[in-house]
């Protein structure tokens, strides 16, 4: 399960709709690549099409779709949003993690 607070519920709608996407029926596609400073990345997108493989999650009216590789990365994680001086984007706080990167944006396990 992915959890969305708030301000990433809010956030999102917002981008959401600036991008053409509805998000009473679409939803964030969420997942890991390699790559980053720690190894691991985040990736985030807005999207429409559900694959036969991925993982579906509703939280805080927010709809979250993960595929099942990235999936076993993200149990558990938090997606917030910030907007404060250390930069402005949406934040994974992923207790999987045991190293993140500065920025936050990579992670190993």
Avoid: H
């Avoid at 708030?6 to 596609?29: P, T, V, W």
């Avoid at 997606?79 to 999987?96: A, E, I, M, R």
């Avoid at 993140?100 to 990579?106: A, K, N, R």
């Amino acid at each position: 399960m992915i959890q969305v607070t708030e301000k990433a519920k809010l956030k999102a709608i917002e981008l959401m709709q600036e991008d053409g996407f509805d998000a009473s029926i679409d939803f964030i596609r969420v997942g890991v690549k390699s790559g980053g400073c720690s190894g691991l990345s985040y990736e985030l997108n807005f999207d429409k099409e559900q694959k036969e493989s991925d993982k579906v999650f509703e939280n805080n009216n927010i709809k979250i779709v993960v595929d099942k590789k990235s999936f076993l990365y993200l149990v558990g994680t938090t997606l917030d949003y910030s907007g404060g001086l250390n930069g402005t984007g949406f934040v994974f706080k992923n207790p999987n993690a045991n190293r993140t990167c500065g920025c936050g944006e990579s992670f190993s396990l």
